[in-house]
């Protein structure tokens, strides 16, 4: 079952950084009526959650700066934002190397038993399995926002 996360983990990124590809600067913080945020923050949203849920950030990973918690952890806002914001490159380039680390992860790792469940999950493969639902789903928010905003 951990082989396939992992080719999950390779599909999916080949379809999110796919769907990427012709976001323009343009539109990547414009915020579309009906949705809560931008491109952008999805994207780094994505970025910070796989952290979380793969590597323990912030406490255990210094992948990313700390500040991204700020930025893009659930509940906050492009409206809100201040101080320093990645571009779409820097954080396209985070993603596509996040991916390559995870992986990067031994296999058995997946069985391991999480020391308390976390939504019901019970296992590190069962966070993984949500880190991979979570990214579809905002790749299908990205996706349909791309549709509004290049019209």
Do not use: C
């Not at 509940?75 to 320093?84: H, I, K, Q, R, V």
């Amino acid at each position: 079952m951990s082989q396939y996360l992992l080719k999950q983990f390779e599909l999916l990124k080949v379809r999110f950084l796919g769907d990427l590809e012709d976001v323009t600067d343009d539109i990547v913080t414009i915020k579309p009526g009906g949705f809560n945020n931008t491109i952008l923050w999805h994207v780094g949203h994505v970025v910070t959650v796989n952290e979380q849920f793969m590597f323990g950030y912030p406490k255990k990973s210094t992948f990313l700066p700390e500040h991204y918690l700020n930025l893009f952890a659930k509940g906050t806002s492009p409206a809100d934002w201040n101080g320093e914001i990645p571009s779409l490159k820097d954080l396209v380039n985070q993603f596509t190397v996040q991916v390559s680390r995870i992986q990067q992860i031994p296999v058995e790792r997946f069985n391991e038993r999480l020391k308390q469940p976390f939504l019901g999950l019970e296992s590190f493969g069962d966070i993984t399995n949500l880190a991979l639902f979570h990214i579809a789903y905002h790749l299908g928010q990205i996706h349909a926002m791309k549709l509004m905003l290049q019209k």
